[in-house]
């Protein structure tokens, strides 16, 4: 449906148009409505349209590679969102869906060419838009870099596996030796004291099979535990690596994204200034003719 200049002016990307230029933009975005669980776009469709939110809800989400979901951005009134894969003209990274009756302003390239052309300094809001993107991403990184491999492991263990994390850590500890050495002493004394009588004499054959026993079992156990450590070891190592490579690809995706507009904006005023120096030869000529 056709637009109306007032929605634009309330948008903060289009704050520095006058109304000719308000006007002229308005013929030719458009205004569309979302029903609540309509997907606006999804990950890998062609980038050929961005949106700006007048009123609703919407929710710019992506699938890591844990195939896990994560909340990109939540745009206010007057923010846009799919503008910077829609510049870049690459696939769309991420997806966004109304969970409410949704109303958006639909932005195609050529709209955004015509913008510049009649108003250079809208370019400047552009950019500020691409750098708002940016913190939005950066803090994205932080946040999944702050994930815990512990947590990771820890969801997903057996009750086993959780036994014998407590056996390996009570058995290396020095209580463990403390009260194993006091047990050995007591046991020793009272059958020394108990002399004929004592059910386990010396050489104390029942003790050494029951500490035979003993060891037989805990070292299985506490092999079990140094295995359950060596993964959590190699979480810790691959979630330092994904982070590194989002972070890295992150910020060369927008740095590609920031080169793009500002080359656009730099074309966009040499053709300004072009037309400025063919608008001023011929008021020159106009004027020798005469």
């Not at 458009?30 to 469709?45: C, M, S, T, V």
């Not at 910020?251 to 994204?257: A, P």
Request: net charge negative.
């Amino acid at each position: 449906m056709p637009c109306s200049p007032d929605v634009l002016r309330d948008v903060p990307l289009f704050a520095l148009l006058d109304e000719e230029e308000l006007a002229v933009l308005a013929s030719q975005v458009e205004l569309r409505n979302f029903a609540p669980r309509q997907r606006i776009f999804k990950i890998g469709d062609a980038s050929t349209r961005a949106y700006v939110m007048v009123d609703g809800a919407v929710q710019v989400s992506t699938i890591d590679d844990d195939n896990q979901f994560v909340l990109v951005d939540e745009p206010i009134q007057g923010d846009v969102f799919g503008f910077a894969s829609m510049l870049a003209q690459t696939d769309h990274q991420t997806e966004a869906m109304a969970h409410e009756p949704t109303q958006c302003i639909e932005l195609e390239l050529n709209d955004i060419e015509v913008l510049l052309r009649r108003h250079p300094d809208a370019g400047l809001d552009l950019m500020k838009v691409m750098g708002k993107q940016y913190h939005t991403a950066e803090r994205l990184i932080r946040l999944r870099a702050s994930r815990n491999p512990n947590t990771v492991i820890e969801e997903a263990q057996t009750l086993g596996e959780r036994i014998a994390d407590a056996v390996a850590s009570f058995g290396g500890s020095w209580t463990f030796i403390i009260l194993f050495a006091l047990v050995l002493i007591i046991y020793t004394a009272i059958n020394h004291a108990l002399g004929g009588r004592a059910w386990d004499a010396y050489p104390f054959i029942l003790l050494n099979l029951v500490l035979s026993c003993l060891a037989a079992v805990q070292a299985p156990i506490i092999m079990m535990s140094q295995n359950r450590q060596e993964t959590r070891d190699r979480l810790r190592a691959e979630n330092d690596y994904k982070v590194n490579l989002k972070a890295e690809l992150e910020i060369q995706h927008l740095n590609e994204k920031v080169d793009h507009l500002l080359q656009n904006q730099w074309q966009r005023l040499v053709e300004i200034q072009q037309l400025q120096i063919e608008l001023l030869n011929e008021l020159v000529h106009g004027r020798h003719g005469r």
